[in-house]
């Protein structure tokens, strides 16, 4: 099958057909997928993000690679629009966050993905203690 990936980051026409297409359809392609994410300012982030956060534990080897990676920019933006938004996620990459919270680089630090990574630990004990 051929998926409907964006062509460039103003194509959300692409991105609106992805969405509605199933999570087994889309698993081959999630590395790609992600990397329309890179920015949150990309017309077609504003509708992969929401649909993104939705897919939960499942995301977790892929976004593993995105924090794994140089880019904190990038580690940011799927922080805050992706992983904030899904407890199951959040608990899958827990390790990832906890290195971020307590021993980030310095560019880490600079782009906020440390901060974002304490306060998505900080919801995850909220959440726990308040079940």
Known sequence: ???PLPRDKHDTENAQALIALSWEELR????QILE?????NWPVASILLPYLGGIGPRLAPYVKTVLAS???QWKYFVLQ?????SRELAFELDGELQ?????????????GVAEVAREILQCQIITVVGQ
């Open 99 to 111: 290195r971020f919270a307590h021993t980030p680089t310095m560019g880490e630090l600079e782009e």
């Open 28 to 31: 081959p392609a999630m590395p």
């Open 81 to 85: 629009g992706i992983v904030r938004h």
């Open 36 to 40: 329309w994410v890179q920015d949150v």
């Open 70 to 72: 140089n880019d904190e």
């Open 1 to 3: 099958m051929h998926l």
